[in-house]
């Protein structure tokens, strides 16, 4: 047996937790750029220290380890939403700054972006599988609500906004910088990864969102447009 394999071996022994932190990075990047149906578990064994067989050993087979790999990439960026503190700051500079963290997120994962894309193909299927997932994502609304009622008893922020209505508009504004950054280049000739562009959309996005938010921001009631 080569020295390789005996170290591979003693790795999968010793430390089964580091394997499958190995074969997820992998499959990460395979299902983010491939989809489900065009990933395929010998490519993924071949590019991590272990074997198909371990891999169906850890997780059970290709769609267990892509329901994993949603799983993980899930808990990474809303762990980080609420480890950075967001809430424990004042409304303006915390909403300003999760703003800010979630743009330079999704710009820096673009592989969290495709995994979104790529289940939302799938109709969500099977992110429902993934248990506790409704739950886990609730934290960063309940940052949200945090700094949106503080914001309000201190007279920055204006009342009746909801709190997943915000954090669907920040997404879907850091998202799209990603989401569509190779068929905006080609259909207008404006790169959006280039480093200005990203510095400059960032400043639009936080400008349009704190604005939105803003105490002194009226907004009409979409029932009250035929009154005009």
């Not at 394999?5 to 983010?32: G, H, M, S, W, Y």
């Not at 950075?84 to 592989?111: C, K, M, N, T, V």
């Not at 510095?199 to 349009?208: D, T």
Request: glycine share 6%; with cysteine.
């Amino acid at each position: 047996m080569s020295a390789s394999k005996l170290q591979q071996d003693a790795t999968r022994t010793n430390d089964p937790e580091a394997v499958r932190r190995d074969i997820l990075e992998v499959a990460t990047r395979e299902f983010a750029f491939k989809g489900l149906s065009g990933a395929r578990i010998d490519e993924i064994a071949a590019q991590t220290n272990t074997s198909k067989r371990m891999i169906y050993y850890y997780f059970g087979g290709k769609e267990q380890l892509y329901r994993a790999v949603l799983a993980q990439a899930y808990q990474q960026v809303r762990s980080l939403e609420v480890s950075g503190g967001f809430a424990q700051l004042a409304p303006r500079a915390g909403l300003e700054a999760l703003i800010r963290h979630s743009f330079d997120y999704h710009d820096s994962h673009p592989e969290f972006v495709r995994l979104v894309m790529n289940e939302n193909i799938h109709h969500g299927a099977h992110l429902a599988q993934v248990k506790g997932m409704r739950a886990r994502n609730e934290s960063v609304v309940a940052v949200l609500e945090t700094l949106l009622e503080k914001g309000v008893e201190q007279g920055v922020f204006r009342s009746g906004i909801e709190p997943l209505d915000l954090h669907v508009t920040i997404s879907a504004l850091c998202f799209y910088n990603v989401s569509n950054r190779y068929t905006v280049k080609l259909n207008f000739g404006f790169d959006m990864s280039e480093k200005h562009a990203r510095e400059n959309r960032l400043e639009q996005i936080v400008a349009i969102i704190m604005a939105w938010v803003g105490a002194n921001t009226h907004v009409l009631h979409p029932l009250h447009v035929h009154t005009l």
